[in-house]
């Protein structure tokens, strides 16, 4: 039995996948390596079948048409054999410290009497260019080296928040929710952490850098100029996070409370993209989606709206617009925008 299954989501990756290939193979047969070539254009499939041919106890990969991530990440869980699934963009890698110590720690939950739902460990902001690397850690919200419920965590501060380069799930856990994040979509990794976490009970945070986080490639998703021109896929992402925290009942306090906070800061992404872009058409979205919100859920409409950030985001006129854009250092730090 596999512990670790981690899906490479990969379109036309040749020139960057093998570095983070070869960072997973020290996992050995505890670990899955799944390459899922999303429909490439390049060298990428010929690559994952050389990995898969190499390491057929360890590498296996998969082909499909073109889906966009989220299907490649939906193509991995279903391919997953492992307790615990993990993704890890093709231009990422794993840390090699931190990487044995988190599959011996899965090794050891495993075996004890707790049934984990969700590890989270740090990551590394590796952007191109700078010497010191930002961290993003957790030891100041959550318990450290100890099975913990919601209850037990502290708040987090805004912009800072559990992202899918932190996250390990148990591979059972998202199917028992359904997960399937929607094609040809960007931004989907919102998704994937915020849609499963209304079925987590136990969690478990290790204070170690297991996770490098790429930034620099004028290509890239996270790209400021990327994002605003991808503006309606991430209006997409953020409409289903809508729909789910408002269909959600019965949520555990410190839960609904984080999520809260996570749907604020998607709110203020979207908004303060769809201000910064400067047109009109751009700002008609922007109300759209705040009238979106509130169609969909009262409460939480004027919860957000009429919050610091809501309030930001919903400055009348130009000069309200320009003060606005103050609040948009937090998405700065949020994505770590290259």
């Known amino acids: 039995m596999k512990i670790l299954s981690v899906a490479i989501p990969s379109y036309n990756s040749q020139d960057y996948m093998r570095k983070c290939i070869e960072s997973l193979l020290p996992g050995g047969d505890d ?45 991995g869980i279903r391919n997953a054999t492992g307790l615990y699934f993990k ?41 191109v260019g700078v010497k010191r690397k930002k961290i993003m850690q957790y030891r100041k919200y959550l318990p450290i080296d100890q099975v913990f419920e919601w209850k037990d965590m502290k708040n987090m501060a805004k912009g800072h928040y559990i992202l899918m380069h932190s996250v390990i799930y148990r591979t059972g856990l998202l199917r028992e929710c359904g997960l399937e994040l929607p094609k040809h979509t960007f931004y989907v990794d919102n998704l994937f952490v915020f849609q499963p976490l209304p079925y987590v009970k136990k969690l478990y945070y290790m204070d170690v850098e297991f996770y490098h986080y ?14 605003i021109g991808r503006i309606d896929q991430q ?14 009942k019965n949520l555990n306090k410190k839960c609904r409370k984080y999520m809260f906070n996570y749907l604020e800061i998607i709110m203020t992404v ?27 859920d009262g409460g939480l409409y004027w919860k957000l709206r009429y919050g610091i ?24 730090k949020f994505y770590g925008f290259n």
Request: aromatic share 8%; charged share 30%; hydrophobic share 40%.
């Open 270 to 296: 979207s908004s303060m993209l769809l201000i910064k872009s400067g047109t009109d058409e751009n700002f008609q979205k922007k109300q759209e989606l705040w009238k979106y919100l509130k169609e969909a």
């Open 87 to 127: 993704v890890v963009d093709s231009d990422d890698w794993v840390d090699a410290e931190a990487y044995p110590k988190i599959i011996r720690k899965l090794k050891e939950l495993v075996g004890g009497p707790d049934t984990v739902d969700m590890l989270i460990s740090n990551y590394i902001y590796d952007k």
């Open 214 to 227: 790429y930034i620099g490639r004028e290509d890239q998703s996270v790209n400021e100029k990327v994002m």
């Open 31 to 75: 670990v899955e390596i799944i390459i899922v070539d999303d429909g490439s254009k390049d060298e990428t499939a010929a690559i994952a079948d050389e990995y898969a041919e190499k390491y057929p106890t360890i590498v296996k990969a998969v082909h499909q048409e073109n889906g966009g991530h989220g299907e490649a990440v939906n193509a």
């Open 235 to 248: 209006l997409k992402v953020n409409k289903i996070m809508i729909d789910t925290f408002a269909n959600m």
């Open 309 to 332: 950030f809501g309030r930001a985001c919903n400055l009348p006129g130009k000069s309200g617009r320009s003060v606005s854009v103050a609040a948009y250092k937090v998405t700065q």
